[in-house]
């Protein structure tokens, strides 16, 4: 099932720290302190607060502020956010392929006239996944009003402290709960999916960057669900890391929590700064081992597939070729 994974793995032997460090040192830089910096941006207008300006006048510059600022941080997220994003997967493509990996080439996506291409391709892939993301919520509504609709009269059975149906009822609301939280649970699947189908795609833009955007999205299709490459295997090992991130999160918080509560307590302020500190640190480093290992096997994946639809093409036209000139065994 981690296949994949171990072929990333043994394929950038060697270069798994130059690619986390570059990558985290990426996202510090490009994609962290410049959205700190609109996030700031957004407080400049309480600082008329220490002038003769009125209250009204403040907020109507807080609420036209806070619209320029979220346009700018609309701004970042097309024309660099993602771009970066993209430099981020270049590392991970150089390192499976045996290249030196170097801080430089995450910003090649910005020269030789493929910046235009990628922008392009960016605001596609943005507009497919707020797409999906309307079919699949309206889904999910609807099997969660499905589930609720019946427990509207348990509810009633409830308020009732004499009905002898009250025991029934609770347990069916029990159920119907559990049944609600299991299919939310089932539809950010569809979600998985969607995401390695756009790795992909901007997997083909890195391997490929100069042929038509339609073409990437249409290679991503075909590698995901046409190639050799098993995405059942690719699919099933990325829902096992996300289950296993939420459960290891999970028992984190717990745990510091606990220990915050009852082994510190409220009197120590700096100690529970300290370990809400190490919590904090924990969870990032689970999260980037986590979706190190995902984008990793996702990389490796394309590669397998891609070379798998090569090889079924050479054979179709192999093929075509044996029939449009049938060798003559009699001579």
Same mark, same amino acid.
Do not use: C
């Given at each position: 099932m981690f296949e994949y994974l171990r072929l990333y793995?043994?394929?950038? =032997?060697?270069?798994?720290g130059r690619v986390i460090g570059f990558s985290i040192l990426q996202i510090i830089l490009c994609m962290i302190i410049p959205s700190l910096v609109i996030f700031a941006l957004m407080f400049l207008p309480?600082?008329?607060?220490?002038? @003769?300006? &009125?209250? =009204?006048?403040?907020?109507?510059?807080?609420?036209?502020?806070?619209?320029?600022a979220m346009l700018l941080y609309i701004g970042l997220m097309i024309f660099v956010i993602y771009p970066i994003m993209a430099g981020i997967l270049r590392y991970f493509a150089f390192a499976y392929n045996g290249e030196t990996v170097s801080f430089s080439q995450a910003y090649d996506v910005f020269k030789n006239g493929n910046y235009s291409k990628l922008i392009k391709l960016t605001l596609l892939s943005i507009l497919f996944y707020f797409v999906i993301s309307l079919v699949i919520g309206f889904i999910v509504n609807i099997l969660v009003t499905i589930i609720i609709l019946p427990i509207a009269p348990l #509810?009633?059975? $409830?308020?009732?402290?004499d009905s002898a149906m009250q025991g029934v009822s609770i347990v069916m609301m029990i159920f119907l709960?559990?049944?609600? +939280? +299991?299919?939310? +649970?089932?539809?950010?699947?569809?979600?998985? $999916?969607?995401? +390695?189908?756009? &790795?992909?795609?901007?997997?083909?833009?890195? @391997?490929?960057?100069?042929?038509?955007?339609? @073409?990437?999205?249409?290679?991503?299709?075909?590698?995901?669900?046409?190639?050799?490459?098993?995405?059942?295997?690719?699919?099933?090992?990325?829902?096992?890391?996300?289950? #296993?991130?939420i459960i290891l999160i999970f028992v984190i918080i717990i745990g510091f929590s606990l220990l915050a509560a009852f082994a510190v307590g409220g009197e120590q302020p700096f100690i529970m700064f300290i370990l809400m500190f190490l919590m904090f640190i924990i969870l990032i480093a689970l999260s980037v081992w986590i979706y190190y290992r995902i984008v990793g096997s996702i990389v490796?994946?394309?590669?397998?597939?891609?070379?798998?639809? @090569?090889?079924?093409?050479?054979?179709? =036209?192999?093929s075509t070729l044996v029939k449009d000139n049938p060798t003559d065994d009699l001579e």
């Open positions: 793995k043994e394929r950038a =032997a060697g270069q798994h309480l600082l008329l607060t220490f002038t @003769d300006a &009125s209250e =009204a006048t403040v907020g109507v510059s807080m609420i036209i502020w806070s619209l320029v #509810g009633m059975l $409830i308020e009732n402290p709960v559990i049944l609600a +939280i +299991i299919i939310s +649970i089932l539809a950010y699947i569809p979600y998985i $999916i969607l995401f +390695i189908y756009l &790795s992909l795609v901007f997997m083909v833009y890195i @391997d490929e960057p100069r042929i038509p955007t339609m @073409d990437k999205f249409k290679i991503a299709w075909n590698i995901a669900f046409k190639s050799r490459a098993s995405m059942v295997k690719l699919f099933f090992s990325n829902l096992l890391y996300y289950i #296993g991130m490796a994946y394309y590669f397998v597939g891609r070379a798998s639809l @090569d090889e079924m093409e050479d054979q179709r =036209a192999e």
